[in-house]
Protein backbone atom coordinates (compact mmCIF):
# COMPACT_ATOMS: atom_id res chain seq x y z
CA UNK A 1 0.00 0.00 0.00
CA UNK A 2 1.41 3.57 -1.08
CA UNK A 3 1.29 5.69 1.42
CA UNK A 4 -0.57 9.13 1.52
CA UNK A 5 0.57 12.41 3.18
CA UNK A 6 -1.54 15.95 3.34
CA UNK A 7 0.71 19.12 3.76
CA UNK A 8 -1.07 21.75 5.00
CA UNK A 9 0.97 25.12 4.80
CA UNK A 10 0.44 28.42 3.70
CA UNK A 11 4.48 29.16 2.69
CA UNK A 12 5.00 27.66 -0.58
CA UNK A 13 8.73 27.21 -0.12
CA UNK A 14 7.77 24.68 2.99
CA UNK A 15 5.21 23.02 1.14
CA UNK A 16 7.95 21.99 -1.49
CA UNK A 17 10.76 21.36 0.50
CA UNK A 18 9.00 18.75 2.66
CA UNK A 19 6.66 17.03 -0.27
CA UNK A 20 10.26 16.35 -2.09
CA UNK A 21 11.68 15.10 0.96
CA UNK A 22 8.77 12.52 1.62
CA UNK A 23 8.52 11.90 -2.06
CA UNK A 24 12.17 11.40 -2.87
CA UNK A 25 13.39 9.95 0.38
CA UNK A 26 10.39 7.98 1.75
CA UNK A 27 8.44 7.85 -1.51
CA UNK A 28 5.51 8.44 -0.53
CA UNK A 29 2.62 10.40 -2.22
CA UNK A 30 2.26 14.01 -0.54
CA UNK A 31 -0.74 16.25 -1.65
CA UNK A 32 -0.72 19.76 -0.42
CA UNK A 33 -3.03 22.06 0.69
CA UNK A 34 -2.41 26.22 0.91
CA UNK A 35 -4.85 26.41 4.33
CA UNK A 36 -6.41 24.25 7.03
CA UNK A 37 -9.80 25.15 4.90
CA UNK A 38 -8.51 23.94 2.00
CA UNK A 39 -6.84 20.80 4.21
CA UNK A 40 -10.70 20.00 5.76
CA UNK A 41 -11.92 20.04 2.06
CA UNK A 42 -8.89 17.50 1.04
CA UNK A 43 -9.32 15.43 4.34
CA UNK A 44 -13.15 14.82 3.58
CA UNK A 45 -12.15 13.59 0.41
CA UNK A 46 -8.95 11.17 0.48
CA UNK A 47 -7.92 8.93 3.30
CA UNK A 48 -3.76 9.76 4.29
CA UNK A 49 -1.46 8.18 6.66
CA UNK A 50 -0.06 10.89 8.01
CA UNK A 51 -1.21 14.91 8.14
CA UNK A 52 1.56 17.58 8.44
CA UNK A 53 0.30 21.35 9.35
CA UNK A 54 2.01 24.41 9.89
CA UNK A 55 0.43 26.04 13.28
CA UNK A 56 0.15 29.39 12.13
CA UNK A 57 -1.83 29.90 8.52
CA UNK A 58 -4.16 32.56 7.43
CA UNK A 59 -8.10 31.56 7.56
CA UNK A 60 -8.38 28.57 9.52
CA UNK A 61 -4.89 28.00 12.34
CA UNK A 62 -3.58 24.50 12.47
CA UNK A 63 -4.89 23.73 15.99
CA UNK A 64 -8.30 25.00 14.64
CA UNK A 65 -8.00 22.71 11.76
CA UNK A 66 -6.81 19.79 13.79
CA UNK A 67 -9.69 20.30 16.44
CA UNK A 68 -12.57 20.63 13.64
CA UNK A 69 -11.09 17.35 11.73
CA UNK A 70 -11.25 15.18 15.49
CA UNK A 71 -14.69 16.23 15.42
CA UNK A 72 -15.89 15.58 12.17
CA UNK A 73 -16.61 12.06 11.45
CA UNK A 74 -14.41 11.73 8.31
CA UNK A 75 -11.79 9.59 6.82
CA UNK A 76 -9.04 11.38 8.63
CA UNK A 77 -10.57 11.79 12.04
CA UNK A 78 -7.88 9.54 13.88
CA UNK A 79 -5.16 10.19 11.30
CA UNK A 80 -1.88 11.03 13.19
CA UNK A 81 -0.97 14.98 12.55
CA UNK A 82 2.37 16.90 12.87
CA UNK A 83 2.33 20.02 13.49
CA UNK A 84 4.88 22.54 12.50
CA UNK A 85 5.46 25.22 15.14
CA UNK A 86 8.28 27.75 15.71
CA UNK A 87 6.84 28.26 19.16
CA UNK A 88 6.96 24.70 20.21
CA UNK A 89 6.87 25.38 24.02
CA UNK A 90 3.98 27.47 24.35
CA UNK A 91 1.87 25.11 22.12
CA UNK A 92 3.42 21.71 24.02
CA UNK A 93 0.81 20.96 26.26
CA UNK A 94 -2.41 22.52 24.03
CA UNK A 95 -1.06 20.29 21.34
CA UNK A 96 -0.37 17.07 23.60
CA UNK A 97 -4.03 17.56 24.53
CA UNK A 98 -5.37 16.37 21.14
CA UNK A 99 -5.05 13.03 20.02
CA UNK A 100 -2.70 11.32 18.16
CA UNK A 101 -0.84 14.78 17.21
CA UNK A 102 2.56 15.77 18.03
CA UNK A 103 4.34 18.96 17.59
CA UNK A 104 7.84 19.67 15.85
CA UNK A 105 9.45 22.80 16.01
CA UNK A 106 10.56 24.92 13.26
CA UNK A 107 13.02 26.09 11.54
CA UNK A 108 12.58 22.65 10.19
CA UNK A 109 14.61 19.61 11.18
CA UNK A 110 15.02 17.52 8.18
CA UNK A 111 16.04 14.62 9.47
CA UNK A 112 13.38 14.94 12.30
CA UNK A 113 10.55 15.13 10.36
CA UNK A 114 11.72 11.97 7.93
CA UNK A 115 12.14 10.29 11.36
CA UNK A 116 8.87 10.95 12.60
CA UNK A 117 6.83 10.07 9.33
CA UNK A 118 9.12 6.85 8.96
CA UNK A 119 7.92 6.07 12.58
CA UNK A 120 4.37 6.61 12.01
CA UNK A 121 4.54 5.13 8.81
CA UNK A 122 5.89 1.82 10.79
CA UNK A 123 3.65 1.75 13.11
CA UNK A 124 0.99 1.82 10.63
CA UNK A 125 2.32 -0.97 8.65
CA UNK A 126 2.38 -3.44 11.60
CA UNK A 127 -0.97 -2.55 13.07
CA UNK A 128 -2.36 -3.58 9.52
Same mark, same amino acid.
Not at 12 to 26: H, V
Not at 69 to 86: G, M, Q, Y
Not at 103 to 117: F, G, M, N, Q, W
Given at each position: ????????????????????????????????????????????????????????????????????????????? !? @??????????? #????? /? %? *? =?? !? @??????????? #????? /? %? *? =?????????
Amino acid at each position: MKHKVLVVDDEEYIRQIIKEILTDDLSLEVEVAHNGMDGLVYASETTYSIIITDIRMPRMTGLEFVRTLRSREIPNK !N @TPVIILSAYSD #SMKKE /V %E *S =IP !N @TIIAEKPLAIR #SILDT /V %E *S =IIKKANQQG
